[in-house]
């Protein structure tokens, strides 16, 4: 347990170090631009960060009040699968002044013969990096809930419970919100902590949608990384230790909050009668609102036309504005991404080699180690999604620079590893610590060995959450930006820092190609895990009886 322990330990204790150097703060508090790009990458980031809340628990009450969550949730793999920086530029071409919403209404509603000069992307205020955030994060959030809710002991628990509520006369939205949502949001905890410091601290996402003048704090900390000048790398460093103090400290405020309002509720599960009254009538409005099945579909369209605007952009040869589609196609992109399959090539390694080795740590992790010691310690593998990228980028590369591994694949494929491990165990943590200790009392009273349990028992039931959590790994692999550039010193290149870097460019069939690249891969994992873990279907025996 200790080969994931003390790197960790010691990629935040370097990163931390590197983060209070004196001379940088000095140099940050005198920076023109760092108060503008703190404020922006607030706002991104707690706006994001509320409304992927707000959406995920209306869809959730939604989906369960009419009992079509699991038809829902049977496209969010596709959700998950796509990468954010895929999802950002595919974004962009929707939405930009040459995009296809524009070109749709082009020139019969508009009469633009040109594309307008509005900050549609890019924009001074960061709308659209909060639109792409939320839209990136809810699949994420829907996702973990759904895992607590398939859990055999809280769902049974929980349906009671409703059902007691919808007997004694109460409302299903009023029985989920007073019963299921008071003890279903507590878990969702640390999950929204992640979202919360990455919607903060997100930098490829911002390069790609999010405001340029000034940038969010991220990007700006990144881009003085990136200065030759050793004061401006540390004024960098003290940028993304500014970043982790204020995810900490809205994190903090966020959790007061939240306990301030759930002491009250201690006391009684529903409102009174009184109240009940009152409000009917401010719950009449709500009822003309559209359903959550609307709010899915909607979902449903902003990726299915993101990437259909990146698939046609990656054949998109000359494509004037207005023309809906191009006027001329071509290959060309498929065919420079075909002669540079070596990038191809190393993020499949990166991403098979790193999610199968977060895999077996994590089932190691659940086997080996003592649940209280797994509660306690589990916190510390969470360090990777709450502190800043930027700011943990900045202790992998000090502890590589001191293990000899920059610019190595061992290295690189490490740092990957570190990334994906977190979100592995998150995503085996509803299913694989509470298995059912009744089937290895069987197992050992038929005299069967721990290890002929675990292959033939165990294993198989779990199949399904296994496999879902190897694509996870495999989908945050190929999605690492930053890792990939620090930790590779700019010797290994993958599909997303290439599809970045293309995006600043003007390439736009180039981009595409990367983009839509980007995004198949983790689908065709997803699909896979989806396949290995269908549940086995036996053979029925036929009642009648033979003549």
């Given at each position: 347990m200790l080969t994931a322990w003390l790197p960790t330990a010691w990629t935040a204790l370097l990163a931390l170090g590197q983060a209070t150097q004196p001379a940088g703060w000095e140099a940050l508090l005198t920076a023109p631009q760092w108060l503008g790009a703190l404020s922006l990458s607030l706002w991104t980031g707690l706006a994001s960060t509320a409304l992927t809340w707000w959406a995920s628990a209306w869809l959730l009450a939604q989906g369960l009040v009419h009992r079509r969550l699991s038809r829902w949730l049977k496209g969010m793999p596709v959700m998950l699968a796509t990468p954010h920086a895929a999802l950002a530029i595919g974004l962009v071409f929707l939405l930009a002044p040459s995009g296809w919403l524009l070109r749709l209404v082009s020139p019969g509603l508009t009469g633009f013969e040109l594309p307008p000069p509005w900050p549609t992307t890019q924009d001074p205020w960061g709308l659209g990096l909060i639109l792409a955030l939320a839209a990136k994060e809810i699949p994420f959030m829907m996702w973990i809930a759904a895992s607590q809710l398939q859990r055999e002991d809280l769902r049974r628990r929980w349906q009671a419970e409703y059902a007691v509520a919808l007997t004694l006369g109460h409302k299903p939205r009023d029985a989920f919100r007073h019963v299921i949502w008071p003890q279903l949001g507590p878990r969702l905890a640390w999950p929204l902590g992640a979202v919360l410091a990455y919607s903060l601290t997100v930098v490829d996402m911002a390069l790609v949608i999010g405001p340029a003048t000034p940038p969010t704090l991220a990007v700006l900390a990144w881009q003085w990384l990136q200065d030759a000048d050793g004061l401006t790398q540390q004024q960098g460093a003290a940028?993304?230790?500014?970043?982790?103090?204020?995810?900490?400290g809205v994190a903090c405020c966020a959790w007061g909050l939240a306990s301030w309002r759930a002491a009250p509720r201690k006391r009684r599960s529903f409102p009174?009668?009184?109240?009940m009254d009152e409000l009917d009538g401010r719950r009449r409005w709500r009822l003309s609102w559209p359903t959550g099945s609307v709010g899915i579909w909607m979902l449903r369209c902003l990726y299915a036309s993101s990437l259909l605007a990146l698939l046609v952009g990656s054949f998109a040869g000359l494509w004037p504005f207005p023309a809906l589609l191009?006027?001329?196609?071509?290959?060309?992109?498929?065919h420079s991404v075909w002669q540079s399959r070596e990038t191809l090539s190393t993020t499949l390694a990166l991403g098979l080699a790193s999610a199968s080795l977060a895999l077996v740590w994590s089932v190691a992790w659940f086997e080996l180690l003592p649940r209280a010691w797994e509660v306690r310690l589990r916190p510390l593998l969470y360090l990777t999604l709450l502190l800043p990228g930027v700011l943990w980028v900045l202790g992998m590369h000090?502890?590589?620079?001191?293990?000899?591994?920059?610019?190595?694949?061992?290295?690189?494929?490490?740092?990957?590893?570190l990334?994906?491990?977190?979100?592995?165990?998150?995503?085996?943590?509803?299913?694989?610590?509470?298995?059912?200790?009744?089937?290895?009392q069987v197992s050992v009273s038929l005299g069967r060995s721990r290890w002929s349990f675990l292959r033939d028992v165990k294993w198989p039931l779990l199949k399904r959450a296994l496999a879902s959590a190897f694509a996870v790994g495999f989908a945050v692999s190929v999605a690492q930006y930053l890792p990939t550039l620090y930790i590779g010193a700019g010797?290994?290149?993958?599909?997303?820092?290439?599809?970045?870097?293309?995006?600043?460019?003007?390439?736009?069939?180039?981009?595409s190609a990367y983009a839509w690249l980007q995004w198949c891969l983790?689908?065709?994992?997803?699909?896979?895990a989806a396949w290995l873990g269908r549940p086995r279907k036996f053979p029925q025996l036929s009642t009648r009886s033979s003549t």
């Open positions: 940028a993304a230790g500014l970043l982790a103090l204020v995810s900490g009174s009668q009184t109240r191009p006027t001329q196609w071509t290959t060309g992109a498929w000090a502890l590589s620079l001191y293990a000899g591994l920059d610019g190595h694949w061992l290295g690189l494929l490490w740092a990957h590893l990334m994906a491990l977190p979100y592995v165990v998150l995503a085996l943590s509803p299913s694989y610590p509470v298995f059912d200790a009744r089937y290895a010797r290994f290149s993958t599909v997303t820092t290439e599809a970045v870097a293309l995006a600043a460019g003007a390439q736009r069939s180039l981009t983790p689908v065709a994992v997803f699909g896979s």
